[in-house]
């Protein structure tokens, strides 16, 4: 199966978020099997999704990752000119859900699998598919310590999101949470004696924008990411009934993108301090007024790394010496965590990750397969 026929194949695999990945999972997992390679599934604690990883090669110590994400954004919304699921090529690109974010990647992978047995590999490839990169990063937890509990200590990992086969370094951090604020709704005309959830939600989003001019300020503008400091940002907020009751609830969804080297728990104990700050105010006029707070998904940023193993071994096989960094997370944090050496190099351009009409052009399709069989054959001497 050439690489375009394995993006064809996976692009049929509805694999929203929302649902299960495990019909792709298994279909990859009965193919590596049909080459003699066996599989290890690490399930979601409910069942209904899987992470995959297998391994090629000499089983030596060390060996490289190559690490892909199965499940892609809704397509809910979207104005498509062609069918989702279906691979479409047109002028040169392959259109379709999850092209480039990034089952690209998966299927060069996978579809190189034949040439990776043929190989006369020194160290091994080790291929690894996660689900949930989108809503969190939360297969990936699930897939590293499944991994490590089996003894793998990969040399490097390459985490293939789309970066044009750049050399990526260094990514920002993701920290998500929610904020439930708990009123005492009277009629607006007597404000005095009501405790309104929206207005105290206002006064919270405000926080997030001085912080992040606070940031703005503070941070050098050297690091070479856009920008450059720690964001801050409310994307939904839901509360109040009308115009002239002050809101018994209001909450909202918001998030913290940490460039590396700055602590996402730093920012939780800075917004707690916040929250213990306004309560109190709150409860004097109502007891049963309050604020919820929940972290709801926490990734860490990656760094570069000083002698990074990977970074050597993908700028020797791109010829990229370039500074790369980009403002959008990736596994790649957690698998640094783990103390395995990571970089970002993929296919594609992220500008056409979630949108209509996601493509992957052919040439970097091409460009991808030739970087992994470079791999190979350096991991055949």
Request: glycine letters at 10%; a negative charge; charged letters at 20%.
């Amino acid at each position: 199966m050439t690489p375009k026929e394995m993006l064809a194949k996976l692009v049929s695999f509805n694999t929203e978020s929302q649902r299960s990945n495990l019909d792709l999972i298994h279909f990859c997992r009965d193919y590596l099997a049909s080459l003699g390679v066996e599989s290890r599934l690490a399930p979601s604690p409910d069942g209904q999704k899987a992470n995959l990883y297998a391994t090629i090669g000499a089983q030596a110590a060390g060996g490289v990752v190559l690490s892909g994400h199965t499940d892609v954004v809704p397509v809910a919304g979207q104005a498509w000119t062609s069918d989702p699921w279906t691979l479409t090529e047109r002028d040169g690109k392959l259109y379709g859900r999850g092209t480039c974010d990034m089952k690209g990647f998966d299927a060069i992978a996978l579809a190189l699998a034949p040439e990776m047995l043929a190989a006369p590999l020194k160290r091994p490839i080790h291929i690894a598919l996660s689900y949930d990169e989108e809503v969190g990063c939360r297969g990936a937890r699930v897939l590293i310590e499944a991994m490590a509990k089996d003894g793998y200590s990969p040399s490097a990992v390459i985490v293939g999101e789309p970066s044009m086969m750049k050399v990526v370094t260094g990514h920002k951090g993701g920290l998500r949470m929610r904020t439930t604020v708990r009123g005492h709704a009277v009629h607006s005309s007597r404000i005095d004696v009501g405790v309104s959830a929206v207005m105290v939600a206002g006064e919270l989003i405000h926080w997030h924008n001085e912080t992040m001019a606070r940031n703005k300020a503070q941070t050098p503008a050297t690091n070479g990411f856009e920008p450059p400091y720690s964001t801050l940002h409310v994307g939904v907020v839901e509360g109040g009934t009308a115009v002239n009751i002050a809101a018994e609830h209001c909450s909202f969804t918001h998030e913290v993108r940490c460039i590396p080297g700055e602590r996402q728990e730093d920012y939780v104990a800075l917004y707690k301090a916040k929250l213990a700050e306004i309560e109190p105010a709150m409860k004097a006029i109502a007891p049963e007024a309050g604020i919820d707070f929940e972290v709801t998904s926490d990734t860490p940023a990656m760094g570069p790394e000083t002698d990074g193993a990977a970074e050597a071994l993908c700028r020797r096989l791109t010829g990229d010496n370039g500074r790369h960094v980009v403002a959008y997370g990736t596994e790649g944090g957690l698998f640094q965590r783990a103390g395995w050496s990571t970089v970002v190099c993929g296919p594609g351009d992220i500008a056409q990750a979630h949108q209509p009409d996601e493509f992957l052009s052919v040439a970097q399709l091409e460009a991808g397969t030739a970087f992994i069989r470079s791999l190979i054959a350096d991991l055949s001497r």
